[in-house]
């Protein structure tokens, strides 16, 4: 069974930084995709950042230069650092991985965190 756990979320003021963990536990083989989406209140949830098994890496534009998004392959753990933060930051963030395998021949699967609150004050 695998599980993940996020921490790092909280209250800060514009202008400033946090970092998201989100580590996954179990026995796991491979995972080709770690994601970071967000969804705040009364909107759809977004993709944030995205990296692959090749460690590249995709962001949302309302992101790009203030978040980075990294991983810990030993540790199955994703990481997104944000910077610069502003009040339209503010939401639940939410780390998925796609494309696990708990064997080598094993069918690709999809997990979701169970989220953690970011607030961002002005």
């Known amino acids: 069974q695998v599980q993940l756990v996020e921490s790092g979320g909280g209250l800060v003021q514009a202008g400033g930084s946090l970092r998201l963990s989100c580590a996954a536990s179990?026995?796991?083989?491979?995972?080709?995709?770690m994601n970071w989406y967000r969804q705040a209140p009364g909107k759809q949830r977004e993709l944030v950042a995205t990296i692959n098994s090749g460690d590249n890496t995709n962001y949302a534009d309302s992101v790009k230069g203030r978040f980075t998004i990294s991983r810990d392959n030993a540790k199955n753990t994703v990481y997104l650092q944000m910077n610069s933060l502003k009040p339209e930051d503010t939401a639940v963030y939410y780390c998925n991985l796609q494309g696990t395998r708990l064997t080598y021949s094993d069918r690709s699967r999809n997990y979701w965190g169970q989220g953690t609150q970011v607030t961002v004050s002005s």
């Open positions: 179990g026995r796991i083989f491979s995972i080709d995709v």
